[in-house]
């Protein structure tokens, strides 16, 4: 038997068993990847963020909180800057509080999506506004991200987008947690950046007067 997936990303899987009188001896799965000549340029123009679940009472338990705090900060600044909407998404609120103040001074207008489900994609007007701003490249920052994070990076693959996950942006309890969920979300073909990195890819050019002000927020 040989079974073979192949993926917008181009990677194939195959599944190879060998077998006697319907009993299997040997299973072999091999996984490969086409190298498309297309770059996965990621543009102002094409690009929308998430900001997940960073609440009151789940937050304190993070690996790093202060440096996650501190980034997070920075990068919606930055992207404030550069004009790139953010969605916020807040898990059960009644249980674990709403989205920290040093977040919530950042969001302006918006109102955070209330959810129940880890995935940010199970919750009906996450994906409805997702949808509505139309955008290929999903930047995606928050906790915790083993759970929350990397369920709504799959899904959001699975859906046709290409999640960007700012690795200094996103934390877990433990240290460990977030190490194997950001190996296991770049082999599933997300984008892994940091968020001094995303902000200049998107400014793109310096000399203006956004990529003075980004300058001074990553300084």
């Known amino acids: 038997m040989v079974k073979i997936d192949i993926s917008a990303y181009f990677s194939c899987s195959i599944k190879i068993a ?17 190298k498309s000549q297309e770059t996965m340029r990621i543009t102002k123009e094409n690009t929308s963020t998430v900001i997940i679940d960073i609440q009151e009472r789940l937050f304190p338990h993070m690996y790093n909180r202060e440096e996650l705090e501190h980034n997070v900060q920075i990068l919606m600044k930055g992207l404030k800057l550069l004009n790139i909407p953010i969605l916020i998404t807040e898990q059960y609120s009644k249980g674990l509080g709403k989205t920290i103040p040093a977040i919530s001074e950042n969001k302006g207008n918006i109102e955070p999506i ?11 007007r996450f994906l409805k506004e997702l949808n509505m701003l139309n955008k290929k ?6 906790i915790e991200t083993h ?7 799959l899904d959001l693959i699975d859906s046709g987008f290409n999640p960007v996950l700012v690795e200094d942006c996103v934390s877990s309890r433990k240290k460990n947690d977030k190490k194997i969920a950001v190996e296991r979300i770049r082999s599933e073909g997300g ?3 940091t968020y001094e990195s995303i902000l200049l890819e998107l400014c793109r050019v310096a000399g203006t007067e956004t990529f003075k ?3 001074g927020l990553i300084k």
């Open 18 to 34: 060998l077998s006697h009188n319907s009993y299997p001896l040997l299973k072999i799965r091999v996984k490969f990847a086409y």
């Open 114 to 124: 209330e959810k129940i489900s880890f995935s940010c994609c199970d919750e009906s």
């Open 213 to 215: 002000q980004i300058s």
């Open 137 to 142: 490249f999903v930047i995606l920052a928050g």
């Open 147 to 153: 759970v929350c994070v990397l369920q709504t990076v």
């Open 191 to 193: 984008i892994i950046t």
